[in-house]
């Protein structure tokens, strides 16, 4: 008991644990998770359907997706896939949920491939003209995962193709806290269909520009634990970023749906070419 408790009181190093999978993939927060992604009234999984169209229409201004060869990382349900392929592009979807890739499956045109992968881990297809990432999932990854998915798209993409991404800038990072919760049924049951006690420590890196949202998940069979990791950038940092990993910042946005860069914004919104 006091390892555990000791363990909860103390800052955990910068991305010392990575546990998205668990996230995204654990039978019952895959279920909660699609009906976050579909629900609009809250944003907690994917943007609401008028952004997600705003955004695709803003993204195929920049790039003309009719006949383009596009792959989106992290599809989830495929509410991006759709929209794209709709367009004219030759769409793929990747996520390590097959919980939402099912639900992408059934609501999706024939013409889409749906890819049950790790973007991290394995082997991903090439030839692509596109590459998108959208909802700022590039953010919840630490330094050198982020410079292996970088290198990874450099290696998906055809000479000349481009990446899309959003990621969250620093103005989201001050409307944050430092908190800890301890509750029955934290968030409302959202963690598991019985009983348990969730217990919320948040902490900011005020240097890193990162942020953390750690849960404990107590239940009487088992303990389990999510760590939410959440960086933060300035224009500067993520063009710096896309530098290193070989490409060249194209179009730089408040968001993906085109709006005006502010330097202390809660979005950055981004497309880059390859070298
Ligand atoms: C925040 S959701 C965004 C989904 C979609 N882009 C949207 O905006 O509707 C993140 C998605 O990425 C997937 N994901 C996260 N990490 C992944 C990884 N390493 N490999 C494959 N999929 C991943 C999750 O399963 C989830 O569906």
Known sequence: MYDLIHDISVRPEPFSRYTAKELWTRPFLSRQMLEFHLNQETDLASRRIEEIDNAVRWIDGQLDLLGKSLCDLGCGPGLYTQRFAALGAKVTGIDFSSYALDYARDHSDQSISYIHADYLADTLPSGFDVITLIYTDLCVLSPNQRVKLL???????NPEGHIVIDVAGTGLLKSRQEVTF????????????????????????????????????V?????????NWFQHYTPQMIEAELLKAGFTVTSIVGDLTGAPLTADGDLIGVIACTM
């Open 219 to 227: 239940e009487a069979s088992e303990t389990w634990q999510i760590y």
């Open 151 to 157: 290198g990874r798209m450099q290696e998906m993409l």
């Open 182 to 217: 301890i509750e029955d049924r934290l968030m409302g049951g959202f963690w598991a269909a019985g009983h348990y006690v969730g217990i919320q420590k948040s902490f900011i890196y005020e240097e890193q520009r990162l942020a953390l949202d750690r849960y404990i998940i």
